[in-house]
């Protein structure tokens, strides 16, 4: 059940002197503590496996906290409620100490044996964590137990079923959270008060009225560091299978029955059951991979992708994808999605463009005799709100068109303070609300579907690198819209 008050909770977050703890966690908890979203009690405890103390964690976290909020109010007390326990995630002793750990904050906070485990761990220890809290007493009190994962869950199909299997041995699936931050971030929240609070999208939604839609995620930055893990998952599996894909399912479902968890769910597995399957030979006409390559911006040298830390100087790893998903549904029969993402682009801008057919005639003639589309842009980061592009009176005594565009943006709205994804997906599960968080049947579809595309290029070498740092892709992810008589919107509208 969905509770409106955050009930009393220990949070216990397994990889606390990691980077997304940092950067995310600790800040996102403390916005909730200040905002009065935290119940008054809770306590964390900090897992992972350098020796630190308390001390060394409150201090950790009141550094993290201070780095993006610089006069955190009440950041003394909020650090008081954190404890830190050294951990080796395959022992058996070391959960037994977790356990006396949390009974004892159990009962100094009165925490009704409400759990949530949040693992900011590397996906390998996911399994085996889940286990020993089963076998080692961690979930053998009162009260909920929730389990929070990071991505990525499992690296194809085979390996998502198997870590299902290890984490359903022990939560049921109403009790895993499996977070997609995209899911968290405002404006992918929007699409579905877009699309079902206005009466003039929901009807135009669909093949009759909307010729293509167009998803890009792309970054500036390149693998930095990650390089290691980036090897062995590329731009199909970090970023496709997950946030890409939810965001087709989002932008492509019908209205669900009732605002709730179940409702919605079920409602986006029946788009991405939709996909029109690739068949191996097919897969070219569908997808483009690409790598960066180096470049020269601004004067300065950019490396290429083979040249980065930890990477094969031969690897055959995409940084760049593009698709083109169809949904053999009535709905969207004949409107492609297109999708791209990747690393290295020009811009860092995450944005979905849903252009409408042309007008059956027209009536008016631009300089370039050609009548505009009309398009809806929705942006998600950085920039946030909406933007309608519309055709209008040229004023003056003429009737030439020219195009206008009707924006919305949550910068302009004064004290508006988006809160973060990581924010709002922690204020969830700690009141039980799954609605933003994958459900298993997702995560299996959306493998099922991206599997077949990595495996035929895992059985061909690509030519890379095809494209250079800093601009917006490989030549094919252009032809594969051009063919359908489409081009990629510029994303710096
Ligand atoms: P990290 O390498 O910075 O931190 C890993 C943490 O795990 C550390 O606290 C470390 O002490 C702990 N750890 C590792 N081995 C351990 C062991 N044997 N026993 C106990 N503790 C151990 O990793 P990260 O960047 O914080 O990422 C954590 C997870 O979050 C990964 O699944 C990653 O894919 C995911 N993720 C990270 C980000 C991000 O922005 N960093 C974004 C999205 C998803």
């Known amino acids: 059940m969905i509770q409106s008050e955050t009930p009393a909770s220990l949070i216990m977050i397994f990889g606390a002197t990691g980077d997304l703890a940092k950067r995310k966690l600790y800040p996102s908890l403390y916005h909730l503590f200040q905002r009065k979203k935290l119940a008054k009690h809770f306590a964390v405890i900090g897992v992972a496996r350098r020796p630190w103390s308390d001390e060394i964690l409150r201090n950790h976290v009141k550094d993290s906290v201070l780095t993006s909020i610089p006069d955190a109010e009440r950041i003394d007390e909020f650090i008081s409620h954190f404890y830190y326990q050294a951990h080796d995630v395959a022992d058996s002793a070391s959960y037994i100490e977790l356990k006396n750990l949390a009974t004892k904050l159990d009962q100094n906070y009165s925490l009704q044996g409400n759990r949530v485990f949040y693992l900011a761990m590397a996906p390998e220890f996911f399994g085996t964590i889940a286990e020993h809290l089963k076998k080692d007493g961690l979930t053998d009190t009162e009260g909920f137990h929730r389990l929070v994962i990071e991505k990525p869950f499992g690296h194809d199909l085979e390996s998502a079923i198997e870590l299902n299997k290890q984490i359903r041995n022990v939560f049921s699936e109403n009790d895993v959270y499996r977070i997609d931050h995209y899911l968290g971030k405002e404006m992918v929240q929007n699409i579905e008060v877009i699309r079902f609070a206005n009466a003039i999208f929901e009807p135009l939604w669909n093949n009759r009225f909307i010729s293509n839609i167009q998803i890009t995620s792309s970054e500036m930055l390149g693998v930095e560091e990650r390089g290691g893990y980036y090897e062995k998952s590329g731009a199909l599996r970090d970023m496709v299978q997950n946030h890409l894909l939810q965001m087709v399912a989002l932008l492509a479902m019908e209205p669900p029955i009732k605002l709730n968890p179940k409702e919605i769910r079920s409602e986006k597995v029946k788009v991405l059951r939709a996909l029109r399957p ?27 992708y083979r040249e980065e830390l930890n990477v094969n100087p031969d690897s055959n790893t995409d940084t760049y994808v593009a698709g083109k998903l169809m ?85 302009d709205i004064a004290g508006y303070n988006t809160p973060e994804a990581y924010e709002k997906l922690l204020h969830d599960c700690l009141r039980g609300d799954a609605t933003n968080f994958t459900h298993w049947d997702e995560v299996a579809l959306s493998w099922q579907f991206v599997d077949k595309v990595s495996q035929v290029w895992e059985s061909h070498k690509a030519s890379f690198p095809n494209y250079e740092a800093g601009s917006m892709g490989p030549k094919e992810a252009d032809q594969l819209l051009e063919q359908d008589g489409f081009f990629w919107w510029p994303v710096t509208n």
């Open 278 to 304: 690739i068949k191996d030979t097919e897969v070219p006409n569908y997808f483009v991979r690409g790598q960066y390559g180096p470049a020269e911006i601004d004067g300065k040298r950019i490396s290429g």
């Open 327 to 411: 949904i053999d549904n009535f709905r969207w029969a004949g409107v492609p999605f297109y999708i791209r993402t990747g690393k290295r682009m020009t811009a860092k801008s995450t944005k979905i463009i849903i252009q409408f057919k042309d007008v059956p005639m027209n009536l008016y003639y631009n300089s370039d005799e050609k009548l505009a589309p009309n398009l809806l842009v929705i942006h998600i980061q950085p920039e946030e709100g909406i933007t309608l592009h519309l055709n209008a009176k040229n004023t003056g005594q003429t009737m030439e068109t020219t195009p206008v565009k009707l924006s919305f943006s949550t910068n």
